[in-house]
């Protein structure tokens, strides 16, 4: 009697009638995914080049629809270039906005926010009717309230000798301080009033 065959007459399944290709003759070892693209579609995102070409057409459609202001960028190019001079960065150490404890009733209570370097503490307390602010160890100083790009040179307050300042301004937008002192020039970080 033929092996391929019960003793009915009808076959039997045998690796040598199926094999690996089964009885409707498709493989069937590999139906699970390996993980690799297929041959008809490319993988998302492999081709550096479809990304740069990306980011430059990006680049070319922002620049066309929203420019950056001249003045923007040249206070940009400003800040930048006093990274590397003799002006310390100050960093902010308290805004009253995340470590505050909030006042019952108090509305548009003042920002209260403090700015250290090695050498030099700065009060600030800003409020809608202006600021006002004490440069520690107590000196004079000069300070320029920079905000944003501006048509004129920035507004200049002096510190007295207790290094108390103030100034009507209504600050906006973001801002930061630059002060000069004899011994040398801080700049704040930049806040969002």
Do not use: C, K
């Amino acid at each position: 009697m033929n092996d391929a065959h019960d003793n009915d007459g009808s076959p039997h399944d045998s690796d040598d009638m199926n094999g690996a290709d089964g009885m409707d003759g498709f493989d069937h070892t590999n139906d699970e995914l390996d993980g690799e693209p297929d041959d008809l579609t490319e993988a998302e995102g492999d081709d550096p080049l479809d990304d740069d070409l990306l980011e430059e057409t990006l680049r070319q459609a922002a620049a066309i629809m929203d420019p950056v202001p001249a003045q923007l960028q040249q206070t940009a190019v400003e800040a930048y270039a006093l990274h590397s001079l003799d002006t310390q960065l100050a960093e902010l150490t308290f805004d009253s906005l995340v470590h505050g404890i909030p006042v019952r009733g108090a509305e548009d209570a003042p920002r209260m926010l403090t700015f250290h370097t090695a050498e030099l503490t700065v009060d600030i307390e800003v409020t809608a009717h202006g600021l006002m602010g004490q440069v520690l160890p107590p000196q004079e100083a000069s300070i320029e309230v920079l905000s944003g790009p501006q048509p004129t040179s920035p507004p200049t307050l002096t510190a007295d000798d207790m290094g108390r300042f103030t100034a009507d301004l209504h600050v906006t937008g973001p801002f930061a301080l630059r002060l000069r002192t004899d011994a040398e020039t801080v700049m704040t970080e930049w806040l969002r009033v």
